[in-house]
Nanobody
Framework: VQLQASGGGLVQAGGSLRLSCAASIRAFGYYAVGWFRQAPGKEREFVAAITGGGESTFDGDSVKGRFTISRDNARSTVSLQMDSLKPEDTAVYYC??????????????WGQGTLVTVSS
């Protein structure tokens, strides 16, 4: 089981980035996928989640209306479109597969993380 997050980088405030999570998981469509982030010196924070079939999504309060999660089960990928980025969005972003929800304890499989830096 492997998850590979990519798409991070440096962007100016107000800009956009699209993160991708590629999974090598059998029956990928049975797993919810969540994105989490962790800034230096801070606890890991829930960003967004999507159910296995993609019918429901759930966003963290700090990204509501700015970030959009989606998935393509045929390609075993999940994307996080991030718009109107703010300096406080700077963090390492992780994707994880498991049980739908905002708790990191519900996700059994984790990717290695991709760094997003938003300059002011």
């Amino acid at each position: 089981v492997q998850l590979q997050a990519s798409g991070g980088g440096l962007v100016q405030a107000g800009g956009s980035l699209r993160l991708s999570c590629a999974a090598s998981i059998r029956a990928f469509g049975y797993y919810a996928v969540g994105w989490f982030r962790q800034a230096p010196g801070k606890e890991r924070e829930f960003v967004a989640a999507i159910t296995g079939g993609g019918e429901s999504t759930f966003d963290g309060d700090s990204v509501k209306g700015r970030f959009t999660i989606s998935r393509d089960n045929a390609r075993s990928t999940v994307s996080l479109q991030m718009d109107s980025l703010k300096p406080e969005d700077t963090a390492v972003y992780y994707c994880a597969a498991g049980t739908y929800g905002s708790s990191s304890r519900g996700y059994a499989y984790w990717g290695q993380g991709t760094l997003v830096t938003v300059s002011s």
